[in-house]
């Protein structure tokens, strides 16, 4: 069974850094796709980024892009997602998701699309 636990959450100044942690536990991940979603109050989850565990082949939205960066340590079997440049609308709480398949498929971006979430983390940017 797959479970996955996110940390680093935290409070933070607008125009800091911040990283968080997705420990993977429970399988072999080689032919994964893993991904941040994030929650912002009052608002639907929308897509981060994603990453395929075998080939590191990354995906970002828009409007990330350029800030934010995902990541593997296959060591620790751990995603990390590196938030630099943050603003207060990335406020939000953040989900690590994981996908049982090894490409970017049409849907990489839906939260549907995975199977296997954790509990969120808690960011938050203030102005």
């Known amino acids: 069974q797959v479970q996955l636990v996110e940390s680093g959450g935290g409070l933070v100044q607008a125009g800091g850094s911040l990283r968080l942690s997705c420990a993977a536990s429970g399988g072999t991940f080689s032919n994964y796709r893993m991904a941040w979603f994030r929650q912002p109050p009052g608002k639907e989850r929308e897509f981060v980024a994603a990453i395929l565990w075998r080939s590191v082949n990354t995906r970002y939205a828009d409007s990330v892009k350029g800030r934010f960066t995902i990541s593997i340590d296959n060591a620790k079997n751990t995603v990390y997602l590196q938030m630099n440049s943050l603003k207060p609308e990335d406020t939000a709480v953040y989900y690590c998701?994981?996908?049982?398949?090894?490409?970017?498929?049409?849907?990489?971006?839906?939260?549907?699309?995975?199977?296997?979430w954790g509990q969120g983390t808690q960011v938050t940017v203030s102005s």
């Open positions: 998701a994981a996908s049982r398949t090894s490409y970017f498929s049409t849907n990489y971006y839906r939260g549907l699309d995975y199977g296997t």
